[in-house]
């Protein structure tokens, strides 16, 4: 992918980001387009404490969990505002991703199970906060791992996303680079309905804002940065932001 693509579109007010940090894990994991393992900070953000805490969900709930308590879960992480793909009351893969971007959000670990320290995330109201003072955009957060859809400065939604993993590897042309998203302010410039085919494998419904960089859906989003460059989602998160009008062409993206 092309790394050297010249912003395409006005720079955005950004405003300086929150200086407290909570303590750094690390998790490495393998995943099919562009693996790598890496390790990352996750720094804690600001909570929302206008959103009331929910009771206390029994203990270490995970993916394959029903019932009751999985639905007061997914309600509850969509008003924190963390995508879940709906409430149907199954703890499925995509409300695991959910759960993902708030332990990220959070700083603790990213497991996807709901512990302890998930539950106090939640009953705290633990979200990340925007960059951004003005305008409808996307940011993605590369220490956090999360994509935000942003609207004059309030963050709509939080979905998880695997950027590049800052390994070397091969380009097409025989060339050795390293595997990384680089940060600044863009726009969509291209998007393909379709998988997408390219040099290092398909990618689902891109949305193309530097050079062959785009967010695009994939079957395996690890809780790490895992790619060539590209901010990849789950499937179904893609085809979200393409419903959702979120990411038409000429939409700011911001990449930190």
Not at 23 to 42: E, F, H, K, R, W
Not at 66 to 86: F, H, I, K, M, P
Not at 211 to 232: F, K
């Amino acid at each position: 992918m092309s790394r050297m693509a010249t912003p395409l579109s006005p720079p955005v007010r950004i405003r300086p980001r929150p200086l407290a940090r909570a303590a750094v894990l690390a998790l490495a994991a393998s995943c099919a387009l562009g693996t790598g393992a890496a390790l990352l900070a996750a720094p804690a953000h600001a909570s929302a404490p206008a959103v009331p805490a929910p009771a206390t969900l029994p203990p270490d709930l995970r993916e394959g969990d029903s019932g009751a308590d999985v639905t007061e879960l997914q309600e509850r992480l969509n008003e924190l505002g963390y995508w879940t793909n709906g409430v149907d009351g199954e703890f499925g893969y995509y409300t695991e991703q959910a759960v993902v971007a708030l332990q990220k959000a959070a700083g603790i670990a990213r497991d996807g199970i709901v512990g302890p320290d998930t539950q106090e995330a939640l009953d705290q109201g633990v979200r990340p906060s925007a960059t951004t003072d003005s305008g409808d955009l996307l940011e993605i957060d590369l220490d956090d791992q999360l994509l935000l859809v942003v609207s004059d400065g309030e963050v709509e939604r939080v979905i998880n996303t695997s950027t590049g993993s800052g390994r070397p590897y091969e380009r097409w042309d025989g060339t050795e680079v390293i595997a990384t998203t680089p940060t600044g302010t863009y726009s969509v410039f291209r998007e393909v309905d379709a998988w997408d085919p390219g040099p290092y494998g398909a990618l689902y419904r891109p949305k193309y804002f530097n050079g062959g960089i785009a967010v695009h859906g994939y079957p395996s989003v690890p809780a790490h940065p895992a790619s060539h460059g590209c901010a990849r989602v789950s499937m179904a998160a893609m085809d979200w932001l393409w419903e959702s009008g979120n990411m038409e062409v000429h939409t700011t993206v911001v990449v930190y």
